[in-house]
């Protein structure tokens, strides 16, 4: 059965958006707390007094333990109670009923019993996959005209693509021994390609570089220009129109940048792999000026240099980061990810938006697995059909989902789909492109050509939806299935937290989940955008996985691409080295594995050493160069700004402190000393240049003082000023209210948490990641606020400088709460390296009950805590525990099963 608490405080504050004026109006009104009835106009600090509600004035301080068993009813008759007369006050007791019907939607099927896991790999026994041959043709580029490689490669930004598009020109040898029956030329990269087999013209090819995916895959019949014997191919390309990408390894950019061509000729009919005639590589020619008669068989390109070359499509993991790959779907035996990846197959929860046309579609539920036999079949006899009036559909996963759509075709013709995904059921709708991709689907209406009997694959992304048009093939075409392929990398759910709280045990599973999906070919900000590594996520990502997998590997390696090969800093941005530093810190923290940390001991000091390059005399960092900073997506906090500066020497002061513990473990004493004394002399420097004079607080700014609680050593009152002054007003119902982002809203519930109000950080939790479950997440998004408004909630999002539809609804950065109930509910914490000794300090807050495990190299802890009958733990063995409940202490030596009673 549902349970629900409401603490409501003054004027019931809360959620919504477009009425925020005249919810400003209603601050000092009658107030209701429904878990303890009182009602009337006292003030907020007696409501707390009575029953220990939370103390902020908001309306969905909710879900906590009244049981209902009408939802919508009992939670609206209490709602009217606190409902003052007016006009002015209709909408609001609009929106409350409204958040009730919320409410009860995502809590009443939780109140049922322990949920459907979100993830479909939880139980799942990763098989492997079939034997996979890497495809051996290359990207290749004009050798000395590579872009990223110049001095001047600033001036050439990405999203600048009417630079650097002179033609280049290619050419190739090769022989063939019996002219096969069907041959099939397929090329990639450019968005304008002209190809020539011995001097005939096989095709000319063109891409709309408003089109998201930065490059596709062209094909086209070569049989008929070829002849037995010595055949060349030659290629005029210009550079595809490039996507944004975070920096990393020179190959990545390049790629995301579009200087590169793959071709090959296979033997066989559109859609059939098999071993090619001919395939790009390293020994190919080219120029970046096409002499006459260049495509001429004839031609001499001795002077010609041999291309550069990236290496075959599938040779290194770089090839797959920040959607640069997304375009290579349509090429024949192109896998696209790693060895240690697994795949399955999902068929849709829903089919909606049928839309037949002149057509007929039969068998529609098929596509859900609730047919038991028989293939869904199109009929469309319209030969003209446009992707506007043709008959299409939309799929649900019922879920996010990291992977691609997959085609099976029974139909003895070659059919054409118009496919567009979306993240919600409106961005797959949305298939228009604005600037900024507001409007449209993030990876944009793309064409799927699906080979006669054989199986096709869309790109791959983050999606919950396809919206599918069938355009062209025969007048009848079936498929045996149309599902979606799930890419995921394999991990045991070793970790886990269920409590008498059915919201709190969803925020778990959903933060599990959001971070799985972004465990790919490293650890990942989004599987949608930007599908690439960046350190500030994996700084939350890292605690989530270590808790809930307890899986180093992927972090491990995500860590040491991140370094970079030359100067400068991660990411490209200067407090992400300071993460990097902290990341590494955290993973060391929770797996103690010394021989990971020894082999990055160079990699520490390169990193630290371009931290120290930006120093002043008073060892503070003051961006005298004017780089763009980021602390968090929220006015002031990013750019040239006093507080992005403020953060990002906090950030360097406690990178400085923990790598003096690392290097500590290393036997590197005296750098040890070095940055632990660089450390205290930063975060003086931001205490004497920075802190409030009256408090040490540092403005009214939550990021920052949330921040210096985790850089800085405060002592108990210090912290109460802290939380009377800044962490106490953490709210977001009033316009004034501040912004902060998922990613950094972990941040404040620690600085809640040890400032002493675990409590109030709990329900902060349930109000802000409780809201993005209202609203229908299945994974937790970049970027949220109350007050956003909710008739399309993913137009409405902002991140990253933009909003709408480029957002991601499933990012790494916002799965935080998932450690944090490990850590501070369960309150299972490693006090040394890889858990040989452990802290136990679990905190119900208020519940009733909790269960949870968490993984270590040693085993799993496993404990249950119960406010009416103790504790149950399980220790692994060679573990050293201190477990603090109550007023009870209890030093533990050994593994074992232990019970304390409640206090």
């Known amino acids: 059965m549902a349970a629900l608490k409401v603490g409501m405080g003054e004027a019931a504050r809360g959620v919504e958006l477009p009425y925020l004026a ?136 990405w999203n600048r693509p009417e630079l650097r598009v002179q033609p280049h020109v290619f050419r190739a040898h090769f022989q063939v021994a019996t002219l096969p029956h069907a041959a099939t030329l397929y090329v990639a990269g450019p968005r304008e390609a002209h190809v020539f087999v011995n001097g005939h013209k096989v095709d000319d090819f063109y891409l709309n570089i408003d089109e998201p995916i930065g490059f596709h895959v062209f094909h086209a019949d070569a049989a008929s220009a070829l002849k037995v014997g010595d055949n060349v191919i030659a290629i005029e390309a210009v550079r595809g129109r490039g996507i944004v990408s975070g920096g990393g390894p020179l190959a990545t950019q390049q790629l995301t940048y579009g200087e590169v061509v793959v071709a090959k000729i296979v033997p066989a009919a559109f859609g059939v792999n098999a071993p090619a005639l001919v395939i790009s590589n390293k020994n190919w020619r080219s120029s970046a000026k096409a002499d006459e008669h260049w495509s001429d068989p004839g031609f001499d390109d001795s002077s010609w240099k041999t291309v550069q070359s990236l290496g075959p499509v599938e040779s290194d993991v770089d090839l797959r980061q920040w959607s640069a790959d997304a375009g290579m779907y349509g090429w024949p035996g192109y896998k696209g990810m790693s060895a240690a990846l697994r795949t399955f197959a999902l068929p849709a929860a829903k089919v909606s938006h049928v839309f037949a046309g002149r057509g007929s579609f039969a068998n529609l539920d098929a596509l859900t697995g609730a047919s038991g036999k028989g293939s869904f079949t199109v009929t469309n006899n319209n030969t003209t059909v446009t992707d506007a009036d043709a008959p299409s559909l939309l799929l649900d996963f019922g879920r996010e989902m990291a992977g691609r759509l997959l085609v099976e075709s029974s139909s003895s ?59 062209r093939g025969a007048p009848v075409v079936a498929f045996k299935s149309i599902r979606v392929e799930g890419i995921y990398y394999p991990v045991t759910y070793a970790g886990s937290f269920e409590s008498s709280d059915p919201l709190l045990n969803r925020i778990w599973e959903t ?44 972090m491990q390696e995500t860590l040491r691409a991140l370094v970079p090969a030359g100067g400068g800093p991660v990411n490209g941005i200067t407090s992400y080295s300071a993460l990097w530093v902290t990341s590494l810190y955290n993973l060391y923290w929770h797996d103690g594995n010394r021989e990971f940390l020894a082999s990055q001991h160079d990699a520490l000091l390169h990193i630290l050493a371009n931290m120290d390059a930006g120093l002043d005399p008073d060892g503070m960092f003051t961006n005298a160069k004017h780089q763009w900073l980021f602390v968090d997506w929220s006015p002031g906090l990013y750019a040239v700004t006093r507080e992005a500066m403020i953060g990002t020497n906090m950030q360097y002061g406690l990178a400085y402190r923990e790598a003096g513990e690392l290097l500590l473990r290393l036997g590197d004493k005296a750098n040890s000393e070095r940055y632990r004394q660089q450390g205290e002399k930063t975060l003086a420097a931001v205490r004497s240049r920075f802190r409030d004079t009256d408090a040490p607080t540092y403005g009214t700014t939550w ?21 009377s002054r800044v962490l106490s007003h953490v709210k977001q119902d009033v316009p004034t209210d501040q912004v902060v982002s998922p990613y950094f809203n972990l941040t404040v519930l620690d600085a809640m948490a040890k400032s002493g109000h675990a409590r109030e950080a709990l329900d902060w939790m349930r109000m802000y990641w409780g809201g993005m479950l209202a609203e229908g997440a299945t994974s937790f998004w970049e970027s949220y ?48 390296p890889g858990y040989d000794k452990v802290e136990i300090r679990p905190n119900l807050l208020g519940l009733e009950y909790a269960n949870g495990s968490v993984p270590t190299p040693h085993g799993v802890i496993a404990i249950h805590v119960d406010q009416q009958k103790g504790i149950e733990l399980d220790l692994p063995g060679d573990i050293q525990a201190t477990v603090v409940y109550g007023s009870q202490t209890h030093s533990l030596s050994k593994g074992g099963h232990y019970s304390f009673a409640a206090n």
């Open 511 to 554: 933060g599990a989940y959001t971070v799985h999906l972004c465990m790919q070919d490293g650890i990942w900000d989004a599987v949608k955008r930007d599908r690439g590594r960046w350190v500030g996520d994996m700084d939350v990502e890292g605690r989530v996985i270590s808790t809930a997998f307890g899986d180093s590997a992927l």
């Open 703 to 723: 990021q920052l003082n949330a921040l210096a609680l985790r850089a800085e050593d405060y002592d108990t009152q210090a912290m109460q000023q802290v939380w």
């Open 785 to 832: 606020d109350l007050r956003w408004p909710k008739g399309n909630s993913h137009l409405s999002l902002q991140a990253d400088g933009t909003s709408g539809y480029f957002v991601s609804l499933a990012h790494g950065w916002s799965s935080g709460p998932t450690a944090w109930l490990a850590e501070n509910v369960l309150g299972i914490t490693p006090a040394s």
């Open 413 to 471: 013709a070659v059919s054409t789909l118009s496919i567009a995904y979306g993240e919600s059921e409106i961005e797959a709708l949305s298939t228009g492109i604005s600037t900024g991709q507001q409007g449209g689907n993030y990876l944009g209406t793309n064409l799927l050509d699906v080979p006669a009997n054989s199986v096709a694959r869309g790109p791959k992304s983050g999606f919950r939806y396809v919206r599918i048009r069938f355009l």
């Open 22 to 157: 005249r919810l400003q109006r209603l601050r000092q009104r009658q107030i209701l707390c429904v878990r303890c009835g009182v009602y009337g106009q006292q003030r907020k600090a007696e409501l707390e007094s009575r029953c220990g509600s939370y103390s902020h004035p908001n309306l969905t301080r909710v879900f906590q333990s009244i049981p209902i068993r009408n939802s919508f009813t009992l939670y609206a008759s209490r709602l009217q109670l606190a409902m003052p007369s007016g006009r002015d006050d209709f909408m609001l007791k609009l929106y409350r009923i409204s958040i009730a019907i919320l409410v009860a939607f995502v809590l009443s099927p939780l109140a049922q019993g322990q949920p459907a896991p979100l993830d479909p790999t939880r139980n799942l026994h990763a098989v492997a996959e079939p034997a996979h041959t890497p495809l051996p043709e290359e990207y290749i580029w004009t050798a000395d005209d590579v872009t990223v490689l110049r001095p001047d490669h600033g001036k050439y930004p």
